[in-house]
């Protein structure tokens, strides 16, 4: 992967965390088109008893280098799969923090997901943005045909923190995104993580760049 996707990627990668988690300490997102940012669902904190019908509008944060967090909203939350898209907040129920949100994402590119299965009994070689600014090389190998799963195989330890951020091949696409971390510092991780493109709705994936 050359510099510049490196550089898209860093770029459309944000710091995400559910509303009372401090700054710093949620997990991340990668922005992937028409306002939406895709995560891990365990970076979320979420519930199934609320709703708008209960009055609950749960709220979500993207931290941004300057200014004040940016308010989003959740689009879909699988726990299944450990994927969760967000987007901005209701346009009536709160305008600022709506034109904030996309005002923030205007410029960026959205990094596209990969929707061009990976090949049986043959790793690709990956790369993720940590959340520490470094990147980690890897391979990611589906588990058996027509599988939703992928093992992820890396070369260094995926600390927490990293959580939610993109893996990507080598032409920059989202294969899948980080849901899990290993031990402690030097030790490789390998683990299964969801493929998005089986596992997001169908009218979402319509509605984001891939890789055709």
């Known amino acids: 992967m050359d510099e510049k996707t490196r550089k898209l990627i860093e770029l459309a990668t944000v710091p995400i965390r559910s509303e009372g988690v401090k700054p710093g300490e949620g997990g991340q997102g990668v922005y992937i ?3 939406y940012v ?4 365990h970076c979320l904190e979420y519930d199934t008893q609320g709703g708008i019908i209960m009055e609950d509008y749960p709220i979500y944060y993207i931290d941004r280098p300057e ?6 909203s959740p689009v879909c939350i699988d726990p ?13 129920a709160s305008s600022k923090h709506f034109l904030d949100f996309l005002g ?7 990094i596209r997901i990969r929707r061009d299965p990976l090949p049986l009994d043959e790793a690709v070689k990956i790369e993720i943005r940590t959340h520490l600014g ?7 190998e589906q588990c058996t045909a027509g599988s939703p799963f992928a093992f992820l195989d890396t070369d260094e330890n995926i600390l927490g923190g990293t959580s939610g951020g993109p893996i990507v091949d080598e032409d920059g696409n989202i294969v899948s995104i980080v849901s899990c971390f290993g031990g402690s510092d030097g030790e490789t991780t ?5 493929i998005p493109s089986l596992w997001l709705p169908p009218w979402l994936l ?3 760049p891939g890789d055709e």
């Open 190 to 194: 390998t683990s299964r993580n969801s």
């Open 134 to 140: 470094t990147w980690v090389t890897g391979r990611m």
């Open 206 to 208: 319509a509605s984001v």
């Open 80 to 92: 299944c799969s450990d994927l969760a898209v967000v987007g901005p907040c209701d346009s009536q």
């Open 104 to 110: 923030f994402f205007e410029d960026l590119v959205p």
């Open 67 to 72: 200014g004040d967090p940016l308010w989003c």
């Open 38 to 41: 895709l995560t891990a669902a």
């Open 33 to 35: 088109g028409n306002n």
